[in-house]
């Protein structure tokens, strides 16, 4: 695997670690007493594991070493070694991360957090909701409804709703806290979505016999979907999900669909270029069958679907999901525009109205023109707009995928220094405080724009 | 010398981002503007005591125990916006600024209630309304009602006021002070008391004075 690529999941997997332990920490003692021996043996595998992967040092602290390698990637050697490396360091730490949530969900018995609801009013708001039922096959078609939490990595049979508009979705125990994780929740809305619309329908139909896997068409047009409602942080989320899972389909065939998709809706940027073309080096491992017997990676979007009818499907999404209710191009800039403030650790519920250079000669420009101008009309330049809950987390991707391995690095910096051998857990508390600082960020920023948004419009 | 709003507007688009005020979000800032002073709005979420099953609280427990305890007692409120939390006569609440504030170093700051929120018996601070050079994160208000009906508290309602003063720079910003306990929250804190250095002297000094029980 390619080493962007396998920063990024490596970054991930911390992450994942981390925010379990937060989530044992989180857990009111009264609670804990009433199994104490449980909680004490979640604590006691939970730092078996943080062990285990810090452990891995050739392994991690290759991730950053200057040594050229012949591909780009960490570990060299047959594709059996590289395997048996992934999976000792990755693959089953991750598992028992899985396990260990699955524990932890069944006695911690958690409901998820009330801003999860105001993301959800932002992607499906009531207008779109009602604009889906008039346009879908049956009225039972609205959006997410309950929410439930889930062990990470499992997907549980769900109960049949019998409430027209409802759809049930789950959220990993693990992502409770954390709004760049809760793309998930959209996913038996959107398949619902898929299934009711009546131009799915016909396209497909129009498209029978002329697709190479034709079991990929409604998959595929989910993904689309999502991308037009959530932007470039829904390919980044799933990317980060199909690594865990090893969905080899999605690297071989949707990926390509994705980044295609992406560039034609100008949702592009330098880092998730990067990311990509890690994930085309990285295909032979990724996809092993179809790579394996030519030698050669597919060219996903060519075998799978052709330009013309992944743009096809892309129109039938523009269709279905009118630009005010989609993530757009300029939601996008604005994201762009919000990684400063993250940065700094500012909040990002919202965005100056004019740039501070275009505001400071504003003012002066003002000053010139009318020395006598109050004080009060040129403070009205300063004012801001509320972002959406969308711009912050797709803010929240893109910076995640520029500084993540940055924040790896400190993690695991401690390994690196051979005094500091033992201290690795100055590396996980370094983690710790820093997932839990922006957390809080992201909570406050989606809250604080919710009522700063109720203020403006009834103006 | 205490900054007028003219000041204040130059201070928050000023060209060096170590002089500059961060207050954001700036719903309205014409509304917001006072002649030396710029209206803060009440947050979201609220920490109150449950005393039911507090006795006291005792300071010189070890500082894990008194943090487990501090969590066990406190109980979090989240309102939702457009919602009110409802504060009684005689009660006692921890909130924060809805906004989030950056002091550069050469200022310090001092929030203040407002008299249209004094007059109804709202206090916004007991005792801690001045704010450091370099601090960053939200403010936070320690509500008392000291009149004789409920208030309703909405968030994103202007309850205070803060005021710049210039300062000499200082040599240590308060972000970066070795026992800064409330700098980058961007939420609400409760009281890190027991993480004072004081404390543990203290509790060792307390410690060596205990009669020894015989053997």
Known sequence: MHKTLLKFLVAELFEKMARLQLLL???????????????????????????????????????FSDKPTVSGTTVNGDSAHVNAVFQEAIYQPYQRLCQLSEWLNSVAKESTRPELQLFLNDVFPQAFQQKVIQNSVGSDVIGPGVILCRAEGISPLLPAVDLPGITLET????????????????????????????????????MKGKLAEEDFFLPVVKHLLALRLLGPAHYYFSIQEALFKEDMVFFEWVEPILFFSLNHLNFVDKNLVILHESIEKSREHLAPYTYGKTGKASKGNEHLFHKDQVTEILYLTEKEIPEKFAFTEKQFQKALQLQERLGLEILL????????????????????????ISVYDMMSMLGES????????N??????????????????SPLTNEVGENNTDTGMSWLLNMIERRDHLFLKSIETAEVHQMLVSTV | MILNEKQILERLVDNDPERRIVITPLINPAEQFGPTSVDLRLGTDFQVIRRSNLTHIDMIQPAEQINEDMKRTLQHVKVQPGEPFVLHPGEFALASTLE???IPLDLAARLEGRSTWGRLGLQIHATAGFVDPGFSGALTFELSNVSTVPLQLYPGVRISQLCFFVSSRTHLPYAQKRLTKYSGKTSTASSAFFKDPEYQRIRQAKKQTEPVSPV
């Open chain 1, 25 to 63: 920490d989180e857990v009111p003692l009264e609670k804990k007493a009433t199994a104490a021996p449980l909680f004490s043996e979640l604590q006691t595998q939970l730092t078996e594991i943080q062990t285990h992967v810090l452990a891995q040092k050739p392994f991690l602290t290759s991730l």
């Open chain 1, 386 to 393: 509320p972002n959406t809950s969308r711009e912050m987390i």
């Open chain 1, 349 to 372: 519920s919202s965005s100056h109205l004019y740039g501070l250079d275009d505001v400071r000669d504003l003012l002066d420009k003002k000053q010139q023109e009318t020395p006598d």
């Open chain 1, 395 to 412: 803010a929240g991707w893109i910076h995640k995928v520029e500084r993540g391995p940055v924040w790896l690095y400190s993690t695991i």
């Open chain 1, 171 to 206: 959220l990993s125990l693990i992502q409770k806290n954390n709004p760049l994780g809760w793309l998930g929740v959209l996913e038996n809305s959107l398949g619902q979505l898929c299934r009711h619309l009546p131009s799915v329908k016909t396209l497909q139909e129009k």
């Open chain 2, 100 to 102: 989030f504030v950056k």
